[in-house]
Structure formats: C-alpha cells, structure tokens
C-alpha cells in the first residue's frame, strides 16, 4: 500500500510556472507506475500525464504535452510535475495517483488504486 501527498500548487498568472509533488510513503513506490490527473469545478476527472516505475517512459494528454514535464525521483519517493506557460484552462485540482502494473501507461482514473488528496492549481487570465 502507498500513500501519496500532493504539495506545490497555488494562483499563477497566464505564462507562468509551477511545480507540483506527489510524495509518497512506503518502500515501494519505485514499483509503481504513477500519473497526474485534474478536475475543474463540474467535469470529470481527466488524464494529465503519466511515468512508468522505472521513470524512462511519460505520456501525455494532447492538452499539456510540450507544457508540461513529469518526472520521478525514486530515492526520494517523489513525483513531480513541472507546468510551464500555464493558460486559464489549466486551472483544476491536481491529483497523484499509483498503480503497480507492468502495462503502461494507464490513462484512465479507474485504472488507478491509489490517489492522494489534491492540491489546487489557480491560472489568472
């Protein structure tokens, strides 16, 4: 079992950059393959962008891709994602998931087991 912690968001203008967290607890988490999704007020949870256990393979949604980056830092049992030239529409809860499976990527939220609790991201126009 894993528990995850997002950290990091906050309100940026248009064009601007954050960096999100996911920490993770347990000496598992290098088993896992991880991903971001995000939620705005009245849609549905939507895929983000996703890494494999080992960190070498990331996918994208067509929305963020260029924009954004996904990495890991399996020493330290963190996910990151780094949002440049950040536009109104990205504004959401962000949140990291976990799901230990030697398919990749998964893309849809049902596909994950486990979830942390969100960290809101705020893009001012």
């Known amino acids: 079992q894993v528990q995850l912690v997002e950290s990091g968001g906050g309100l940026v203008q248009t064009g601007g950059s954050l960096r999100l967290s996911c920490a993770a607890s347990g000496r598992t988490f290098s088993s896992y393959n991880m991903g971001w999704f995000r939620q705005a007020p009245g849609k549905e949870r939507e895929f983000v962008a996703a890494?494999?256990?080992?960190?070498?393979?990331?996918y994208y949604a067509d929305s963020v891709r260029g924009r954004f980056s996904i990495s890991r830092d399996n020493a330290k049992s963190t996910m990151y994602l780094q949002m440049n030239s950040l536009k109104p529409e990205d504004t959401a809860v962000y949140y990291c998931?976990?799901?230990?499976?030697?398919?990749?990527?998964?893309?849809?939220?049902?596909?994950?087991?486990?979830w942390g609790q969100g960290t809101q991201v705020t893009v001012s126009s």
């Open positions: 998931a976990a799901k230990r499976s030697v398919l990749f990527p998964q893309r849809a939220a049902r596909e994950y087991d486990y």
């Open positions: 890494i494999n256990w080992r960190g070498g393979t990331t």
